[in-house]
Structure formats: C-alpha cells, structure tokens
C-alpha cells in the first residue's frame, strides 16, 4: 500500500507500490497524487492510466511529479513531455502552492461527480468531456507542445494518451478537435505551419538538392569566378593553380576580389561518375524518414498547428447536467 | 584652296555607286549560277543536323522572352537548344525564365546574381553550351522562319568559315521618324552594303541581333572581351585566326531600334566610339605589315575607316571651314551637295527595292528619301565625328554605362 502523509490539512498519497502494479488507487482516500517512482516509462504508463480512466475523480485528480526525480525522468529524450500528462513538478514537497487548484478540483467534482454518468457519450464524445473537465478545471487551453516524439512533431499529450498506436494517436486526436471545432465547441488560434510526407504524414524529413539528369544527391557546389579584364566566367576549379588564382583566357593573376574580379553565383556538379552534368539550379527532393517515400517540396501535405479553447457553446454543452 | 570638297565627291560615289552596284550584281549572279552548291550544302546540314545552341544573354529582358520562345519554335530548324543568361537582372526576369525552363521551352535558364556585362553573360552561356554551332542573339531579336536554318548552311556551302552574319531588318519603323530613317539606313547599309562587303571578303562586323559561330572557334578565342562593341571585336579575333566571315543575306533578324533621336544618337555614339577603341588602338596590329599580316583584314579596316571615319572628319571639317571663312558659300554648296546625295540615295534605294523580298512595304517609304541626304549626310557625320573625338581623347566608351564600371575601368587598364 502507498503511503499517505498529511501536509496541512491536505492528504496526500505517494504513489510507488501503485505504479508498480499498474493499479489505480482509491481516489476518495486522498487530496492529492504525488508520483514517488523513479522509472519514467512505468509512470508514463500510469498517468495514462489515469488520463483513460472513465471516473471523473480519478482522471482529475491533481497529480504531481517531484522536482527532485526530475533528471532522472529527463535523462531520455523521449520522456521530455512527462509533466504535460500531469499537473506538472513540485519541490519539496510544498503542496500549499497548489492549494487554489485543488480547491476548485474538489468544488468541480463535489458538483458534478454524482450528476454525470447519466448521459450516453460515444467514444469520441467521452474523450472531449474528459478533455474539457480537466483543461476547465486546470483553466487551460488546449495547446500543442513539440515532441521528437511525436509524428509530425507536434502532440497534445493527454488527448492522445487516449489512443493506443502513434499514428492513430496523430490522427485521431486532430480529427477530434476539428469536429469539436467545426461544431462550434471549441475557439482556434492559429500557432504553426507543418509540411509532412504526403503518405504517412510525417514530419522527420531528409531534403535534398539532386543533379536534374540522373538524380543522385552527390552534388559539389563551386563557386563561379568572373575575371573582370577579359569576361572570362567560370568555376573557381578553372582558376585554381597550386594556390593561386590564374585566368585561363588570358593567363593574369587574380588578386584583389572586386577589383580584379568577383563571384557573381555558382555552380553545381554531379559527382556520379557516369553523370557529370554542371548546372546551376538543383532541384529539391524530400524524402520521409519515417516511410522512406520520395516526393517533391510542393507534394508535401501542408497542415497547421492550432491551440483550442472553449467557446461559451462549449462550455454550456459539456457543463450540463443533462 | 576652299573648294577641296569637290574631291571628297570622289569617294563616295564610285564606292557607293560603281563598286557597290557592279559588287551586288555578281554577288547575286554568283549565287544563282552555284544554285547547285547551295542546295548540297543545305542537304549536308540536314543530314547531319547538329545541335546548335542558341544564346541569349541580356539584362532586364524579360519582357522580350515570350517573343523569342515563339520565334524560335516556329523555326524549320528545331535541334536547337536555347540557353538564356540573365546578368543580374534587376526586375522580374528571374521569375518568367525560371517559368519558362521548367515548362521546357527554355533548354537552360542561367542567372548571374551580380551584373557583370554583356561579355561575362554570353561567356557564362558559351560555357554551358553543348551545340556544334552557337547563335547570338540579343533578346529582342525576332527571326523569321528559316532564319536559323539559312544562317547555317554557308558553314557547309564554303571551307573555313569562322562566323556568319545575318540579316537584320528594322522591326519597328512606324514608330517614329528616327525608326523610319533607321529602316532605310539598315536597308542600306547593312542589307546591300554588308553583301557586297562579304563578296569582297572585307566583311567588318558580325552583329551580335544575329549571328553564327562554330563553338570550336568560340572557344579559341576565349570567348567574347569585354564591350560595348563585343560584337566587332569577336568578328575581329576570328579574322585574325585566318577564318572567313560571311554574310548570309537570307537569314533574315527583325529586330528593335531606338525610337526617340536622343536614344539613337547614344547608341551612334557609343558604336563611333568602338571604332575608334577597338579599330585604332587594341586591334592597332592588323595595320602593321608584319608576319600576321592579311591583306583581307587590313581592307577590312581600312574600309571602314576611310568611309566611316576619315570622311566624316573631312566632311565636318570641310563645314566648319565654310562657316567660318566663306558662310554665303552655302548658298551654293548645300543645294550642290543635297542633290548629288539625293540622287545618289535614290541609286541606292533602287539597289534595296531590287533585291529585298517585300518590295511593296520598301516601296511605300520612298517618300521619305528627301530626309536621307540630310540624315546619314550631316546628322550621322556630327553624330560620329563626336563620338570618334570623344573616345580618341578622353576614353568615353569605358564610362558608358551600357557595361559595368568595375569591368571597363579593368579593360581600360590593359588597353582591352
């Protein structure tokens, strides 16, 4: 069993043997959650957990990750959105700071607690309610964070925690707040642009300059040389002897740039050797890392990033009672 | 002593009239006897069929490029590739070649992010072109439809050809007056003279509206030096090499002439001005009997200087001696004068009307040949007298803004 320690008049519960066990505590026996785990993929899997649960005084109720296991969680990259799954980090333990946030907690609860589970709700529909309790309650709105992690680089963690397969996480939960928005639930402000693979949709993509003949990547770029006194142009290659810059045409030294000469652009050589094109403009090719599709820049799939808020629609229809 | 203008007289007009006259004449009988020649020569082209790259290299051309992509798709000749320099340009001709090569009517769009000059720019090109051949052409050239195909063919009809010229006609004469003039003075001296020149084989400037080189050639030469007036120097460096220039009178350019007389009067100016630079100073060898020493080139030159240069002084200079000593000789002197270069232009103008294709349309223009004496006579003569002292003592040509600063001040510095 975890422990529970009163801090003021709060009863607080140190979760460690629960996490380990994968088991949900009771959550009438306590105020407060504070995770007392050090493994960062076991609670992961635990605020999940809570975020999943059906019982509106669990999936509320205000947990904490210590400040002090911090480092530890952090250690791996893909941990770095840990605190988005929760109420974020206290330090030692000062639960006081948090006191306006449990209170409106409780006073929610308290309220609604009894009065739901008369409504019917779909899937989806439990998923927005569960969504809007918290973010109300925590007075937020709902707003994307980077992650390495994610498909397309952005994620919105405790919507998708509630799917269980990344791209259905990406997917879904954007098709949820769309529908949301659309039904004129939720207000969007419009935060970033992403450009993503045309087939799965992600967004770790490897861009390219390619030779426009035979399409490798191995490209040289040298700069071109315009020799000022005779017009001669061409790639620095041309002019280069041992360390010197000499004109090919009419065989004078070059040294003072724009003076003697100057650098009006590029150019580029293809370096397959069955190849050997020079031309000036390669053309880009990306290629998804994730699905390894090769695809054009203007075939990507171009998507915007949005954060949501409630409108007062909104608010009125996951308030009800009925 | 004063009246020593009489003798000027006797230049012009055996030039003008006898040997241009009996010139023209064989010319164009030697072309309809070696018929025969001609068309083998067409046949060799048409089963080899090379690729030839057509260059274009200009600063802010852009709105010229949709003319040329047409033109040059209505040509009979099609193994073209088109090649397009851009140096620097300033408005949106970046955009509209990019447009047009990744629709694949321009072969290579090349950019040149700082301006360099009319040589750097057709430098760059010549370094991508991958033809047998290479024409020049500026942006708002407009060829007729066989122009390429007939500038071509003297490379198979003769050995040794270095560069062919072709013919250009005024596009815009009803413009203005000025373009009207220009359209008799380019039938004139360009469309009978250059034939006859070519004959001669004193033929002076492969004009850079159109014309055609071997790539080899080009290459050998090191390409195009810095300008104004590239044109003339190129066609010089390939005399010197000991190759042909010709003169193909049926490969017809229509291109733009300056409209305003301000704008011709520069332009006059700055081609008096290469005479006098490239004629007289960087290619001062070709007058030098020394071992390089070709009698073609020499005539070539001295033609040029004689009529153009040599004359226009005595003329002006002839003026001034009028003005001040004797000004009541005018009374005499200018009616005298007016009606000698009258008849002498209508003589030349029928030489026009008897070998040019739309004799109707050169027709219409007869009335203005009263102005012609008066044009090419006294304005022309100013015009070019001007520019040769200009550039004779100060060095005006590498100032003008028609190149960069930063290449002329180079050039000037060792004497290109």
Redesign the interface.
């Known amino acids: 069993m975890d422990k529970i320690v009163q801090i003021y008049d709060k009863r607080v519960l140190l979760l460690d043997n629960s996490i380990e066990e994968e088991t949900l505590p009771d959550p009438d026996l306590s105020d407060v959650w504070v995770v007392n785990h050090h493994s960062p993929s076991k609670v992961k899997v635990f605020l999940k957990k809570i975020i999943r649960s059906e019982n509106l005084k669990v999936y509320l109720k205000p947990v904490f990750l210590q400040r002090e296991f911090k480092k530890g969680y952090e250690y791996f990259r893909e941990n770095l959105y840990i605190e988005e799954l929760c109420d974020g980090y206290i330090e030692n333990m000062q639960i006081q700071e948090k006191v306006q946030l449990l209170d409106r907690v409780n006073y929610f609860v308290q309220k609604y607690a009894e009065n739901r589970g008369h409504k019917q709700l779909s899937g989806d529909e439990a998923i927005l309610q569960s969504s809007f309790d918290y973010y109300y309650t925590r007075q937020k709105s709902i707003i994307p964070i980077k992650s390495h992690n994610s498909l397309s680089g952005y994620t919105h963690p405790r919507i998708e925690a509630h799917f269980f397969s990344i791209e259905n996480a990406d997917k879904y939960s954007r098709v949820l707040l769309k529908g949301a928005f659309s039904e004129n639930l939720l207000d969007r402000e419009f935060i970033d642009t992403l450009h993503l693979c045309h087939h799965c949709g992600g967004g770790f993509l490897n861009y390219r300059e390619i030779c426009p003949k035979c399409k490798s990547h191995n490209l040289k770029m040298i700069p071109?040389i315009?020799h000022?006194?005779?017009?001669?142009?061409?790639p620095k290659t041309d002019f280069l002897y041992k360390d010197q810059l000499i004109c090919p045409?009419?065989s004078?030294l070059l040294l003072n740039p724009?003076?003697?000469y100057?650098?009006?652009?590029s150019t580029f050589i293809c370096k397959n050797t069955s190849c050997n094109n020079?031309?000036?403009?390669p053309p880009i090719l990306v290629s998804c890392v994730d699905c390894e599709t090769d695809q054009s820049p203007h075939e990507l799939v171009v998507r915007k990033v949005y954060k949501y808020s409630f409108t007062e629609k909104g608010l009125q229809h996951f308030l009800s009672l009925d | 002593m004063l009246r020593w203008g009489w003798y000027i007289l006797l230049l012009d007009i055996p030039r003008f009239l006898i040997v241009e006259g009996v010139s023209l004449i064989l010319s164009k009988k030697k072309r309809r006897e070696t018929y025969a020649e001609w068309k083998i020569a067409e046949q060799r082209l048409k089963n080899e069929y090379p690729l030839v790259t057509v260059l274009v290299p200009g600063h802010n051309e852009g709105k010229h490029l949709y003319k040329l992509v047409e033109s040059l798709k209505r040509q009979t000749y099609q193994n073209i590739e088109l090649i397009v320099v851009d140096d620097g340009s300033t408005d949106n001709t970046k955009d509209i070649g990019h447009n047009f090569e990744q629709r694949g009517d321009i072969n290579l769009f090349i950019r040149s992010e700082i301006r360099g000059g009319k040589a750097s720019a057709a430098n760059m090109g010549l370094r991508y072109a991958q033809g047998k051949y290479v024409i020049h052409l500026d942006a708002d050239s407009s060829l007729k439809d066989d122009a390429i195909e007939k500038i071509l063919i003297p490379f198979y009809r003769y050995e040794n050809v270095g560069a062919v010229g072709g013919n250009l006609m005024v596009r815009n004469e009803e413009d203005s007056l000025a373009a009207t003039m220009q359209y008799l003075e380019y039938l004139q001296s360009i469309n009978v003279s250059r034939i006859v020149l070519s004959y001669l084989r004193i033929y002076k400037i492969v004009s850079g509206a159109f014309g055609a080189f071997p790539k080899a050639i080009l290459d050998r030469v090191g390409g195009w030096d810095v300008g104004p007036g590239l044109d003339g120097d190129i066609t010089v460096k390939i005399r010197k090499i000991n190759h042909r220039i010709i003169f193909e009178e049926e490969a017809i350019c229509h291109t733009h002439v300056p409209v305003t007389w301000k704008k011709l009067t520069k332009q006059r100016l700055r081609w008096s001005r290469s005479l006098v630079r490239f004629r007289l100073r960087k290619h001062r060898d070709i007058w030098i009997p020394n071992m390089n020493f070709r009698f073609s080139n020499f005539m070539s030159f001295f033609e040029n200087i004689l009529f153009g240069l040599i004359l226009d002084f005595l003329w002006v200079f002839y003026m001034i001696q009028i003005l001040v000593m004797e000004p009541t000789f005018l009374l005499i002197w200018f009616p005298f004068k007016y009606s000698i270069y009258l008849i002498l232009s209508i003589i030349q103008y029928s030489y026009c009307l008897a070998i040019c294709d739309d004799k109707g349309q050169v027709f219409k223009k007869i009335i203005y040949i009263p102005l012609y004496p008066i044009y090419m006579g006294y304005y022309m003569r100013i015009v070019r007298t001007i520019g040769y002292i200009d550039e004779f003592f100060f060095y005006d040509s590498y100032k003008d803004a028609w190149n960069p600063i930063k290449t002329s001040s180079k050039a000037k510095e060792f004497g290109a």
Request: proline residues 4%.
């Open positions: 071109l315009h000022f006194r005779c017009a001669y142009i061409g045409k009419c004078s724009g003076v003697d100057d650098r009006p652009g020079q031309f000036q403009h």
